[in-house]
T-cell receptor, first 115, second 116 residues
Framework: DTEVTQTPKHLVMGMTNKKSLKCEQH?????MYWYKQKAKKPPELMFV???????INESVPSRFSPECPNSSLLNLHLHALQPEDSALYLC??????????????FGSGTQLSVL | AQKVTQAQTEISVVEKEDVTLDCVYE???????LFWYKQPPSGELVFLIR??????QNEISGRYSWNFQKSTSSFNFTITASQVVDSAVYFC?????????????FGKGTKLSVIP
C-alpha cells in the first residue's frame, strides 16, 4: 500500500467550478511535490514544497494554486480549469530537503476530467 | 540539458520469459543519479532503484537486475522469469546531484505487457 494518500481518486469538474485535490503523508517527509501526467506521457513537475515553503513553481498557470497547511498535508486548489488540464495529478514526498536526490514516494493520483 | 531515452514504447512477452528494458541518458554533468520507477495500472509510481554515477556495480534484487554502463550511458533493467504482475509502465529517470537540483528528467516510459 502506498503511504502517500490522495483524495479524491477521480474528479469531474466543469470549467467554472472550484475544487481541491488533497494529499497526505505521515512518514515525516519534509518535501512534497505535485506532478501532472497526461495519458501515455511521463510525469511533469508542477510544484515543490520544502519544509512547508513553496520552493519551486514550474511556470504553472495561476488557475492551479498549491497550499501546504502543515508538513503532512498538501493541497492543490483548482479554479477555472480548461479541458486540456484533464490529467492524472500525482502527489509525492521525499524525506528531507527537495533536491537531495532522494527517492520519491508517490500517491496513486487523482484522475481529473474537465468538461 | 539532460535527456533520457527509452526507445521501446511497448513490449509484450509471454509469462516466464526474460525481458530487458533499455534506458539511455545524456548529461554533461559527471555526478548524477539514475532511477527506475514502475507505474502499474493503479497509477502510483513505485520506486525500484537509485544508482549514483560513481557506482557502476550491477545490482540484482530477486527477479530484477540492473546493468549500469557509463561508457555507453545506459542503465538497462532486466526482469527474469516475467510474471503477469510485472505488467506496468516503467520509467527511467535522471537527476543531477548539484545543490538545488530538484527536477527528475523522465524518459517517456516503456509499457510492458506480460501475457499469461
Amino acid at each position: 500500500d502506498t503511504e502517500v494518500t490522495q483524495t479524491p481518486k477521480h474528479l469531474v469538474m466543469g470549467m467554472t467550478n472550484k475544487k481541491s485535490l488533497k494529499c497526505e503523508q505521515h512518514m515525516g517527509h519534509r518535501a512534497m511535490y505535485w506532478y501532472k501526467q497526461k495519458a501515455k506521457k511521463p510525469p511533469e513537475l508542477m510544484f515543490v514544497y520544502s519544509y512547508e515553503k513553496l520552493s519551486i513553481n514550474e511556470s504553472v498557470p495561476s488557475r492551479f494554486s498549491p497550499e501546504c497547511p502543515n508538513s503532512s498535508l498538501l493541497n492543490l486548489h483548482l479554479h477555472a480549469l480548461q479541458p486540456e488540464d484533464s490529467a492524472l495529478y500525482l502527489c509525492a514526498s521525499s524525506p528531507s530537503k527537495a533536491g537531495k536526490n532522494e527517492k520519491l514516494f508517490f500517491g496513486s493520483g487523482t484522475q481529473l476530467s474537465v468538461l | 540539458a539532460q535527456k533520457v531515452t527509452q526507445a521501446q514504447t511497448e513490449i509484450s512477452v509471454v509469462e516466464k520469459e526474460d525481458v530487458t528494458l533499455d534506458c539511455v541518458y545524456e548529461t554533461r554533468d559527471t555526478t548524477y543519479y539514475l532511477f527506475w520507477y514502475k507505474q502499474p495500472p493503479s497509477g502510483e509510481l513505485v520506486f525500484l532503484i537509485r544508482r549514483n554515477s560513481f557506482d557502476e556495480q550491477n545490482e540484482i534484487s530477486g527477479r530484477y537486475s540492473w546493468n549500469f554502463q557509463k561508457s555507453t550511458s545506459s542503465f538497462n533493467f532486466t526482469i527474469t522469469a516475467s510474471q503477469v504482475v510485472d505488467s506496468a509502465v516503467y520509467f527511467c529517470a535522471l537527476i543531477l546531484s548539484g545543490a538545488g537540483s530538484y527536477q527528475l528528467t523522465f524518459g517517456k516510459g516503456t509499457k510492458l505487457s506480460v501475457i499469461p
